[in-house]
């Protein structure tokens, strides 16, 4: 079996842009700004059709969307009012301005860091791995955390993510990526009509601020049911208040399986020629409908529509620092962090 290909080229002033081509003809660019994935464009009936969203230049990230297909960290989603105490320590992070509560690890966190990077090839699969050092306190957190993320890129059509931490004090740590598909790769078209399945019996009720109040709610008889794969419209079209609260899907799915054997979610195009499968060891997955209103970014030259993408963060469902059920997102210095989640292309 030949070697996949990889190149390099220069993303901006101090990003670079890794392209990788598998032997199916698969390409998936990533870069080391945020150790995020930039492209990810399938051949489909003599075509190339780019199923994420991304955009062409460092410089593009930093003025209109960090977290589009970036590495999240140190917590993904929201902790309520930036505290949270570990072993009676409490601390106090900064917290955003217009909610009271800290986002995605706060502001300039993982996605908006240069991450080191080493690539290694290997006969069926190329392996990207970043490698960035937070400093103790960064952002609040305490700890120096030594994280690595790896992107397998493989002949099968899997992106796998392989997230690995260490860290000096006990901290925080519950990564995810931000990766918005649309399997059209038109960013005119509104995500309504993707298929989508997911293997949750109980999601995360939300509030208005998108925190989650503590409530795991059935999805039985709510539109929030997917354990049969059905369009995201029926949960746009409803007045289904947990709906018209955030405008769409902003909430985390408790699994009901983890592992690689059978996928916890899936997401079909509406002509149903490609899916993506997703699989995880991660308890949770934050489905966002990306209601961004009229206030989109150009994506590729085409203004993204409202409901443009659709994401499937892996990671334990926010508010484990509060509630009980909803996990443990504390990292002691004698345990690594070891996660992984994969996507695969069909
Ligand atoms: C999502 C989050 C959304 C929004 C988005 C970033 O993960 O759940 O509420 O903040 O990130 O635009």
Request: net charge negative; hydrophobic share 35%; no cysteine.
């Amino acid at each position: 079996m030949k070697v996949l290909d990889i190149t390099k080229q220069k993303f901006g002033e101090n990003a670079i842009l890794y392209s990788l081509t598998n032997d199916n003809g698969l390409t998936m660019n990533v870069t080391n700004l945020g150790a995020r994935i930039v492209d990810l464009i399938v051949p489909i009936n003599g075509k190339e059709r780019n199923i994420v969203l991304g955009f062409g230049t460092e410089e593009d990230y930093l003025t209109k969307d960090m977290y589009f297909g970036a590495t999240i960290g140190r917590v993904a989603g929201r902790i309520k009012h930036g505290s949270f105490s570990i072993d009676d320590q409490y601390y106090q992070l900064p917290v955003s301005p217009e909610n009271g509560h800290t986002l995605h690890g706060g502001l300039n966190s993982f996605e908006a860091k240069i991450w080191e990077v080493e690539v290694e090839e290997k006969n069926d699969q190329i392996a990207v791995h970043f490698s960035y050092v937070s400093p103790s306190g960064e952002n609040g957190f305490p700890g120096e955390l030594k994280a690595r993320v790896t992107y397998s890129f493989t002949n099968n059509n899997e992106w796998i993510i392989d997230y690995q931490a260490e860290t000096d004090q006990p901290t925080l740590f519950n990564p995810t990526n931000h990766v918005y598909f649309n399997l059209t790769g038109d960013m005119t078209q509104a995500v309504g009509e993707h298929r989508l399945f997911v293997a949750s019996d109980q999601f995360a009720v939300v509030d208005s601020d998108t925190t989650v109040t503590g409530e795991l709610r059935s999805v039985a008889e709510t539109p929030f049911d997917f354990r049969e794969p059905k369009s995201v419209n029926q949960v746009f079209e409803t007045n289904y208040e947990q709906n018209t609260l955030v405008n769409g899907l902003d909430h985390p799915f408790m699994l009901n399986q983890t592992g690689f054997e059978r996928p916890q979610a899936i997401i079909t195009s509406p002509k149903q020629d490609l899916s993506v499968e997703m699989y995880t060891d991660r308890p949770a997955v934050v489905i966002f409908t990306a209601q961004f209103g009229q206030g989109g970014p150009d994506v590729r030259g085409q203004k993204l529509v409202n409901h443009g993408g659709i994401t499937l963060e892996t990671q334990i469902a926010p508010g484990a620092v509060e509630f009980e059920g909803f996990g443990d997102i504390i990292l002691y210095p004698e345990t690594t962090y070891q996660s992984r989640t994969i996507f695969k292309i069909k």
